[in-house]
């Protein structure tokens, strides 16, 4: 069966610490790897990741993906308490066209306390 | 530019009652996903629309939910009659039909059967 696993499931960082989230997955089909960042209400799209080795990067985030591994780290540099949120680590699966089935991961609870 | 709605935000009902949760997708995208995620566990993928047709209802858990989208326009996610396990929060996404898009979620309608 197809699965995404994340880790930590949660974590506590002061503001300033450097934090590492970590994903791994085990699909069938693979076609992308996404992030979200999900506050309150609707996940945020972060990055979507489907080359190896290739770091994309959006101010203090980044993510690379590693394809020999099956895994995914998304960093998170300098936190603030607006980093604060449950982070999710999504592949996406299927043989063709424009579509996003997404398996996800449980998520990891991150805590940015001031 | 208008997200994805989804309503209600919240329904409390009861066993063996009905529900019927919408989803407005983003204006112009084809593609059109309802996700649930139940407590403690992952969101999982329910099924999955291209404009008006089912592209992939793998994710349906048994034949009390129902959904549609006529005219490929809205959804609507129709639980008759309700049990306490379908208690959880179900999103709806959406996504262009085109290859390397992310799909955008919306704030989720959290179900609660009593």
């Known amino acids: 069966e197809d699965k995404v696993v994340q880790s930590p499931l949660s974590l506590v960082v002061h503001e300033g610490d450097t934090v590492t989230l970590n994903c791994s997955y085990e699909?069938?089909?693979?076609?992308?790897l996404l992030w979200y960042k999900q506050e309150k209400k609707a996940p945020t799209f972060l990055f979507m990741l489907?080359?190896?080795?290739i770091e994309k990067k959006s101010g203090r985030l980044s993510s690379i993906l590693d394809k020999k591994e099956l895994s995914s780290i998304l960093n998170i540099t300098a936190t603030q308490t607006g980093d604060s949120a449950i982070y999710l680590c999504?592949?996406?699966?299927?043989?063709?066209?424009?579509?996003?089935?997404?398996?996800f991961g449980t998520g990891t609870l991150l805590a940015v306390q001031p | 530019e208008a997200g994805v709605t989804q309503f209600p935000s919240h329904s409390v009902i009861e066993k063996g009652q009905t529900v019927t949760l919408r989803c407005d997708p983003i204006?112009?995208?084809?593609?059109l996903y309802w996700y649930r995620r139940v407590m403690g566990k992952e969101i999982k993928f329910l099924l999955h629309?291209?404009?008006?047709?089912?592209?992939?209802e793998s994710g349906m858990p048994n034949n009390r939910f129902l959904a549609e989208r006529t005219g490929g326009t809205y959804s609507t996610l129709k639980v008759q009659p309700a049990e306490l396990e379908d208690s959880g929060v179900y999103f709806c996404?959406?996504?262009?039909?085109?290859?390397?898009?992310?799909?955008?979620f919306g704030q989720g309608t959290r179900l609660t059967v009593v």
């Open positions: 699909v069938t089909n693979f076609r992308s």
């Open positions: 629309f291209v404009k008006e047709s089912k592209q992939d």
């Open positions: 999504a592949v996406e699966e299927g043989y063709g066209g424009a579509t996003n089935k997404l398996i």
């Open positions: 204006s112009g995208h084809d593609n």
């Open positions: 489907t080359s190896s080795g």
């Open positions: 996404a959406s996504s262009p039909y085109r290859a390397g898009t992310e799909a955008f």
